[in-house]
Structures are given as C-alpha cells and as structure tokens.
C-alpha cells in the first residue's frame, strides 16, 4: 500500500513564500511520475509542475520562474517552493505520484490536499 501526507499549506501574504511537502510511505521500488496539482474554487484541477523519471521538470507557465518542485529521495518526500506567491495562486494543492512497487504494481496515489490561502 502506497501512502501520501501532505504539509506546509496556509495563508501568506502576496509577494510571500511557501514550501509544501508530500511525504511517501508504503513499498515502493520506483517513481516515475511525481507532482503538483491544484484546484481553485469553481475551476477544474490543473497540474502545476512536475518531475518524470527523476530527471525531467516541467511547470505551468503560470508559475515558471516563480515555483521549483523538487524531491529528496532518501526521505520519499516531494516538495514544491512557492516564492512571490499572487492571490492567484490560492486553491488546494494535491501532490500525485506514479509508482512501480516491489512486486511490480503499477500505481496512481494522491494526497489529501493542502489549502494555499494568498492574501491580504
């Protein structure tokens, strides 16, 4: 069974920065697909950025130059820092993995969503 926790959402100013991260649990031989969706009230879930097959970024023009999504394989972990953060950027934030298990299951996992509040 594969599992994500998602943290570090919450309510910043515009101009300001967060750090999400979306920590992996369970018995996982591979990722080949992680990143960032995010789905703002009344509109449809975008992807934000992305990392496929541990090498390859790629982010949402929206938000080039201003996100950096990143992982830390030792810790499982994904992250996305958000810097000069727009009120734009307020939604719900989901981390989405692709994972190749030890006994070589094939698997798409989300994360319980975490609320980016840009405001003032």
């Known amino acids: 069974q594969v599992r994500l926790v998602e943290s570090g959402g919450g309510l910043v100013q515009p101009g300001g920065s967060l750090r999400l991260s979306c920590a992996a649990s369970?018995?996982?031989?591979?990722?080949?697909?992680m990143g960032w969706y995010r789905q703002a009230p009344g509109k449809e879930r975008e992807l934000v950025a992305s990392i496929i097959n541990g090498v390859r970024t790629n982010y949402a023009n929206s938000v080039k130059g201003r996100f950096t999504i990143s992982r830390d394989d030792a810790k499982r972990t994904l992250y996305l820092q958000m810097d000069s953060l727009e009120p734009e950027d307020t939604a719900v934030y989901y981390c989405?993995?692709?994972?190749?298990?030890?006994?070589?299951?094939?698997?798409?996992?989300w994360g319980q969503g975490t609320l980016v509040t840009v405001s003032a």
């Open positions: 989405n993995v692709r994972v190749t298990t030890i006994d070589y299951a094939t698997l798409d996992r």
């Open positions: 369970g018995s996982i031989s591979v990722f080949s697909f």
